[in-house]
């Protein structure tokens, strides 16, 4: 099976079994897609979806969270994995938005990379999410996953994942072929017990041919 193959049978089984794909995490407005993209690095969207009601009570606006303290927004999401840490970048971000870009979001990654605590993964996020822009999003479980089911070979970055799967992912499937992937690792191609008896893309997955786990569905 040739790499175009298996992108083909994979992209085509969830385009068909998963039509709608989006994020768990929980937003109105862009500024609030920001703070919860934030706060999931290394943390669950359930946990995050927990904590930002009330975070975005108290800080409803970009504006609020870069008047607040960092002391005040750490109380408020401490809860979340490395609060000190995130509190710090959330309220400089808040603060570069207001001072830089006049309260919006920015639109291109290159813009949204200067906000502090704003790496690729997450301006890749943003963009495919609000703009839908053919982004690749990078987490831990579209760099297993994509290695996993032979999408990529021995990528050592998530850069090299990401460069991979735009190359071989058409554009307008890329924000959405973000979603699937994430999905499907999160809830069937678990780290370590792949469910792979109840999978769909076992007759395309590299680690199910390889153990004679295909379920020809």
Request: charged share 20%.
């Amino acid at each position: 099976m040739t790499k175009k193959e298996r992108f083909e049978g994979i992209l085509a089984w969830f385009g068909e079994n998963m039509p709608v794909a989006e994020t768990e995490l929980h937003y109105r407005s862009p500024y609030e897609l920001l703070v919860a993209v934030m706060l999931s690095a290394q943390c669950t969207d359930k946990r995050v979806n927990i904590v930002t009601p009330a975070l975005f009570a108290a800080l409803p606006t970009v504006e609020a969270m870069a008047q607040a303290s960092q002391e005040e927004i750490l109380a408020l999401i401490k809860s979340i994995s490395y609060p000190n840490s995130k509190a710090e970048h959330l309220s400089k971000m808040a603060q570069r938005v207001v001072q830089t870009f006049g309260g919006s979001i920015p639109a291109t990654r290159e813009e949204l990379m200067t906000l502090p605590g704003v790496g690729r993964k997450t301006a890749n996020v943003i963009l495919a999410v609000l703009y839908n822009q053919p982004t690749m999003a990078v987490d831990t479980h579209v760099f297993r996953v994509s290695e996993r089911i032979g999408l990529t070979t021995r990528a050592k970055t998530p850069l090299d994942t990401e460069l991979t799967l735009v190359r071989y992912i058409p554009p307008e499937l890329i924000p959405k072929a973000h979603h699937w992937l994430i999905l499907h690792g999160r809830y069937v191609c678990l780290a370590r017990s792949p469910k792979c008896s109840s999978c769909g893309i076992t007759s395309w997955c590299r680690y199910a041919q390889k153990n004679n786990l295909t379920t020809n569905k």
